[in-house]
Each structure stands twice: as structure tokens, then as C-alpha cells.
């Protein structure tokens, strides 16, 4: 096999590895047809890149690896360009992403590049090393490409809302206009037809979480953001720019750490809010691990929970 | 809530009016009615949220 087919065969698996992780998140996919082109244009860069490798380093020609180090400049750029992309739209979403969820979005593009590059790095090192027909060398290849996708699918797939909270439906009360979500305080409403409207189509749920970092985790006013960000996108919401009132909002209760979301979507369906929030990702930059620390679990322990 | 509210005006009937001094703009309402179509107006005007105070002031803030 030639080092030319070797790095256009490798080329083109990492290029359709870059597409299965552009089909797998929709949902946190801004799915306009210039996005896709984008993204797939750069992971056919990558994959280049990471194809050229090894034929390059076995014919000596290591100025050829260094573009390696460039490419990864290169990626960087990619987070800076889908979190100013996310953050110059944050002005006009009525419910904002919040700076945590677009730094994961960011990350999450700059990592898919990554993967881009590894799988044709890894076929392009299975085709150039191992010796055998060019048919079982291809399939190898192949197959080897599958499971890192898939593996790495899995495991960057990452924890959800649900896994660390359990969600509960709960009800929506005014003392006096000050709203709250069962016991947990949200915001105060002044107006009377707000108030109504809240009692007529809001719904509340209150995450409880389920260890100490899920607690922590939770606290995180970026976190909060996002769940609330989601739900409006979700279920949709009732609101426009001029009502402040009919805000979503998630706030903590400092005594037992839970957490009170308020919504008022289009279709009253708690269930369907419950699911919502299940779903939505854990924000790497919202994961913290006191339980990783001595001092962490002895203060867990001492105030039971 | 990022420290960026600003309270843009209050709104008082004559019973709350003596609950309120300092530099802040006064809109006195005849009536609860009026006072509440008062707030909701300005509130729309001014992108702002109606709070109702336990004294019952009411205070538009811009969030």
C-alpha cells in the first residue's frame, strides 16, 4: 500500500468519525447547514493531520510531525470560535446559556476535533505497521477505528442532571408575593396578573441531591443556569423580553442543599419537565469532588450528610 | 442578579407614601387599582420587574 492511500484512507475514517459525534449531539448542536459544513471541513483537517503522522516520522521527515504541535494551536481556535459565536447570541436568548454551559459546549467542539485526528492516526498506524494483505489491513483498521469511537462516544458522553439529583415535582406557592418552590424561596412577583399567571401555568420541581458533590455540584450558579437554560428551550417558555417575571429560575436551599426550579412552559406537563431536567449535561466546569478530600468527607460526615 | 439591578422608580398610594424618603423617583397612585395599572405600565416601559415590599411599597427593578 502506498503512503498516499494509506493517508487518504486514513483521512476519510477520521473525517466520518467526526460525523458520528456531529449526529450523535443534536441537541447541543446549533443545527444550521453552515455549522455542519464547518465542523466537518475542520475534522477533515484534523484527520489529515493525524494521518501524515506516522508515514511522515517512518520516512524521516520529522519538520512534517511538527505541524502536529501547529494543529493543536490550531483546535484551540475552535473553542475560541464557538464560545464567542455562543456568547455573541447569549444578548438575544430569552433565557441565557450562561458562560459555564458555553465553555463546555467550546470544549466539547475542540475535543471532537481531537478524536478526528486520533482515529485516522490510528488507522493510518495500523495500515503503515502492520504487515498483512491489503484487505485485512483495511478491516482492521476499520474495526479498531469503531471501538475507539465508540468508546470514546461513551465515555465523553459524560454525567447527566439525573444521575446526581433526584427530581420531584412540587408545587408552586405565593406567601404574600414572594413565590416559592415547596419550601424553597424563588423571587419576589409584585404584580397581582403575574402572580396569577405564575399559579395558572408555572410548574416547580426541586432537586435533591444525591451525595455531597452532587451537592456542591449543584450549588454552581453556572449549573443552575443551565438546567433552567435548558428547560425553556425544551418545554419552551411564556415570555417575552418585557416580562421579567416569568423568568425561569433555579435557586438553592442552603439547609438541606436542594434546589428549586421555576418554569413557565408552553405545555404543562411535569413529567415532561422532569425528564428535561434529568437530561441535562453535568457541566465539567460545575463537577466538584469534596468527597476526594479528607477534610471534605469529615465535614460530610459531621453534619450527616 | 449580578449586581447590575437598579431600582428605576417607586410606586406608593398615600398610606405607604411616608414609608419612603431619599433620592428616588415617587409615582402616587389614588388607589390600589391605580397603583397596580401604575406598576404595570412602567414596568413594561422600563424592562423592569414589579417587588412588592412587606410595608407595601411598591418597587420596579431593573434586573
Known amino acids: 500500500m502506498t503512503p498516499g492511500t494509506t493517508v487518504a484512507l486514513a483521512t476519510l475514517i477520521g473525517t466520518l468519525s467526526r460525523f458520528v459525534f456531529l449526529k450523535v449531539d443534536y441537541r447541543q448542536y446549533p443545527s444550521y447547514p453552515q455549522g455542519y459544513l464547518i465542523h466537518l471541513s475542520l475534522g477533515a483537517i484534523a484527520a489529515f493531520l493525524g494521518a501524515v503522522a506516522i508515514p511522515a516520522l517512518a520516512s524521516k521527515d520529522f519538520a512534517a510531525a511538527t505541524f502536529l504541535a501547529l494543529a493543536a494551536q490550531q483546535f484551540r481556535e475552535i473553542r475560541n470560535l464557538e464560545r464567542t459565536g455562543l456568547e455573541n447570541l447569549e444578548e438575544i436568548e430569552l433565557v441565557p446559556r450562561g458562560p459555564a454551559y458555553i465553555e463546555g459546549i467550546a470544549r466539547a467542539f475542540e475535543a471532537r476535533n481531537y478524536i478526528a485526528m486520533f482515529t485516522s492516526l490510528l488507522t493510518s498506524g495500523v495500515l503503515y505497521l502492520v504487515q498483512a494483505s491489503g484487505l485485512l489491513k483495511v478491516s482492521l483498521a476499520v474495526f479498531l477505528s469503531l471501538l475507539l469511537v465508540l468508546y470514546l462516544r461513551d465515555s465523553l458522553r459524560g454525567a447527566r442532571v439525573g444521575d446526581y439529583a433526584e427530581i420531584t415535582p412540587a408545587q408552586l406557592s405565593f406567601k404574600g408575593s414572594v413565590l416559592y418552590v415547596d419550601e424553597i424561596i424563588i423571587m419576589n412577583v409584585g404584580s397581582p396578573q403575574a402572580r396569577e399567571k405564575i399559579l395558572k401555568h408555572g410548574l416547580g420541581a426541586v432537586l435533591t441531591p444525591r451525595d455531597i458533590n452532587a451537592r456542591v455540584t449543584l450549588a454552581n450558579v453556572g449549573q443552575r443556569q443551565a438546567i433552567v437554560h435548558d428547560l425553556a428551550t425544551i ?57 476526594s478530600a479528607i477534610s471534605g468527607r469529615l465535614a460530610a460526615r459531621r453534619s450527616g450528610r | 442578579m449580578n449586581g447590575g439591578d437598579q431600582i428605576v422608580a417607586a410606586v406608593v398610594t398615600k398610606e405607604t407614601r411616608e414609608k419612603l424618603a431619599g433620592d428616588i423617583l415617587v409615582l402616587l397612585a389614588q388607589d390600589d387599582a391605580e397603583l397596580q395599572t401604575i406598576a404595570t405600565s412602567l414596568a413594561r416601559i422600563t424592562n423592569s420587574m414589579i417587588h412588592e415590599l412587606p410595608t407595601g411599597v411598591i418597587l420596579l427593578v431593573r434586573h
Open chain 1, 235 to 291: 418545554l419552551g417558555i411564556r415570555r417575552d423580553q418585557d416580562e421579567p417575571e416569568f423568568t425561569p429560575m433555579a435557586r438553592l436551599d442552603h439547609d438541606s442543599g436542594k434546589v428549586g426550579v421555576f418554569t413557565i412552559p408552553v405545555n404543562k406537563d411535569a413529567e415532561a419537565m422532569r425528564v428535561a431536567i434529568a437530561h441535562v449535561p453535568l457541566l465539567e466546569s460545575a463537577k466538584r469532588r469534596p468527597s
